[in-house]
Nanobody
Framework: QVQLVESGGGLVQAGGSLRLSCAAS????????MNWYRQAPGKQRELVAQ???????AYADSVRGRFTISRDNAKNTVYLQMNSLKPEDTAVYYC?????????WGQGTQVTVSS
């Protein structure tokens, strides 16, 4: 069983930055992949960034070059550094962990980017 708690969301002006954190209970060494998803009002949840256990990363086209995902296994934490934020980045951001066939979700953190 893994519990995930996100933090770091908030209100920021366009062009600004935020760093989201996702703290995982238990050892992250058992987690295969960590993902950040987001869901805007009226839209489907979409995958934003992904980091594997051996640290390869992948990004959605809409955020590549602006967002950076990283993990600190010693702190059991995954981060999403978001720079050059745009109003269209406004959404609830969710942390997701994959362990074999099991998928775990955090409660989400709101990110609002004003124009």
């Amino acid at each position: 069983q893994v519990q995930l708690v996100e933090s770091g969301g908030g209100l920021v002006q366009a062009g600004g930055s935020l760093r989201l954190s996702c703290a995982a209970s238990g050892s992250m060494s058992s987690i295969n992949t960590m993902n950040w998803y987001r869901q805007a009002p009226g839209k489907q949840r979409e995958l934003v960034a992904q980091i594997s256990s051996n640290s390869p990363t992948a990004y959605a086209d809409s955020v590549r070059g602006r967002f950076t995902i990283s993990r600190d296994n010693a702190k059991n934490t995954v981060y999403l550094q978001m720079n050059s934020l745009k109003p269209e980045d406004t959404a609830v951001y969710y942390c997701n962990a994959i362990i074999t066939i099991m998928s775990y979700w955090g409660q989400g953190t709101q990110v609002t980017v004003s124009s």
